[in-house]
């Protein structure tokens, strides 16, 4: 089975307009008839048309919870204050720490990082045996 676009995407280099680029999305366009929408993106700029040509301006806005999660995000809670922070590290690369309050969302700086080593997982209601 053949599978023919229904969106064209045509991207440019960053920041390098998208005139020429909207033009060759055009043409692209009309060479396909089963393609009924187009975008063009340089990275700052994006425009959707039609197979029109016409702007579609009416397109919601992009969402951070449509973007995909890159963090693993943990509660901590210190116990000594009470106060509640957010540890996060990226999905790919745990050394890359970030702290931040989970109240005010400031980052904490911080000069020394150790290693703590986790045993298993806990319920909060029945105790359980943790394995390692």
Do not use: H
């Not at 023919?4 to 440019?12: C, G, R, V």
């Not at 973007?67 to 922070?85: A, F, I, Q, S, V």
């Not at 931040?100 to 980052?107: A, C, I």
């Amino acid at each position: 089975m053949n599978w023919i676009p229904y969106i064209f995407a045509e991207i440019k280099r960053f920041d390098t307009g998208i005139e020429d680029a909207t033009a060759q999305l055009i043409s692209y366009m009309e060479a396909d008839p089963s393609v009924r929408l187009g975008i063009v993106t340089d990275g700052l700029e994006v425009k959707c048309i039609d197979r029109q040509g016409e702007v579609l301006n009416d397109l919601p806005k992009c969402r951070p919870q449509f973007l995909p999660e890159t963090k693993d995000k943990r509660l901590y809670m210190n116990l000594k204050n009470g106060k509640k922070y957010i540890y996060a590290t990226e999905l790919d690369d745990s050394e890359n720490v970030e702290i931040y309050d989970s109240e005010t969302g400031l980052f904490v700086e911080y000069d020394l990082k150790s290693s703590i080593p986790l045993i298993g997982n806990g319920v909060a209601v029945v105790p359980i045996t943790a394995d390692e």
